[in-house]
């Protein structure tokens, strides 16, 4: 694996990594430099210098900015080395394909922090200009090839919907054509769904549903053979899903935040007794419950953890 090393002005590139991390689990290949705050170029280039003879090539070194001190004293020594790449103009995106993504080329980073530059309230404009309205119920004959033949490479339970461990890790890393948001709230609120298109993947298709319309459309084959990666709130939906016809064989729980009057089953995963409740109903009606925050994680058994915390 591409070593990657963050080099800035003060603690950016620790913090730029500790993000990182805080999405996508520990990056053992990722590394900091910091030109620090009572140090200077002296100081910076033994640091920088110690550290990459330590390191097997090829290296992608990260900059912060362009003609700064840590740039140039990448750029001073490593310039001519061929199997040392250097850019400028760090950013968690930027950082976070760079980590996951081995192949993507400083061509490709670099578009990717283009893309990832926005006018936040101008794009959400556009987004909502796009949404139509409810169309008349689907005529499910023209898929009858493909009913209760749903190809659902995962179904998560995490309380923020699309976000950067959604995808950026898991729909990437399971290939997943469609991402499918099973949440009545998200489904009946425009702003809602924009965000969730915005934080969706450009490339992969999105569909904000319904409890029922999911189960529906999922059952009786709408989405013919594309890989969907079902994602709900919280536990009570996937019970509805599943009273409403919807089929699934595993449940992975992934994030459920902390409220009044819940107890800590992992680091991620707090649950009220209500929801302990479903859970042994999901279980109980024969579908595996797995926690695991992202694909590197150990896949823990979840009703296990729950019964003997």
Request: charge should be negative; include cysteine; glycine fraction near 6%.
């Amino acid at each position: 694996m591409k070593e990657i090393v963050l080099i800035s002005h003060g603690k950016m590139a620790a913090g730029v990594k500790s993000s990182l991390e805080m999405i996508v689990g520990s990056q053992a290949h990722v590394h900091t430099v910091s030109l620090r705050e009572d140090g200077d170029k002296t100081q910076f280039e033994s640091d920088f210098l110690g550290l990459m003879k330590t390191l097997q090539r090829p290296v992608l070194v990260i900059a912060d900015l362009l003609g700064g001190t840590p740039c140039n004293v990448a750029t001073e020594n490593f310039l001519k080395e061929e199997e040392v790449d250097l850019m400028a103009g760090m950013s968690l995106p930027v950082v976070l394909e760079a980590a996951l993504n081995e192949k993507a080329t400083s061509t490709d980073l670099i578009q990717i922090g283009k893309e990832a530059t926005v006018d936040v309230k101008h794009h959400m404009k556009a987004e909502e200009d796009k949404i139509e309205e409810p169309a008349e119920r689907t005529d499910f004959s023209l898929y009858a090839d493909y009913a209760g033949k749903a190809k659902i490479v995962n179904a998560r339970i995490d309380e923020r919907l699309i976000h950067g461990q959604v995808a950026g890790i898991w729909t990437t890393s399971l290939d997943t054509q469609r991402i499918i948001v099973i949440n009545d709230e998200a489904a009946m609120d425009p702003l809602q769904k924009s965000s969730l298109r915005m934080a969706a993947p450009s490339s992969m298709r999105l569909s904000v549903l319904t409890v029922e319309e999911a189960a529906l459309n999922i059952t009786n084959g709408k989405y013919g053979l594309q890989r969907l990666f079902l994602l709900f709130k919280n536990p009570t939906e996937v019970w509805r899903f599943v009273e409403a016809g919807g089929s699934i064989d595993t449940i992975n729980v992934g994030n459920m935040s902390y409220k009044e009057g819940t107890r800590e089953i992992t680091k991620s995963i707090k649950v009220l007794p209500e929801e302990e409740t479903i859970f042994q109903k999901i279980h109980d009606h024969g579908i595996q419950i797995t926690a695991q925050l992202v694909p590197s994680d150990p896949v823990i058994d979840f009703m296990k953890k729950l019964i003997n915390n």
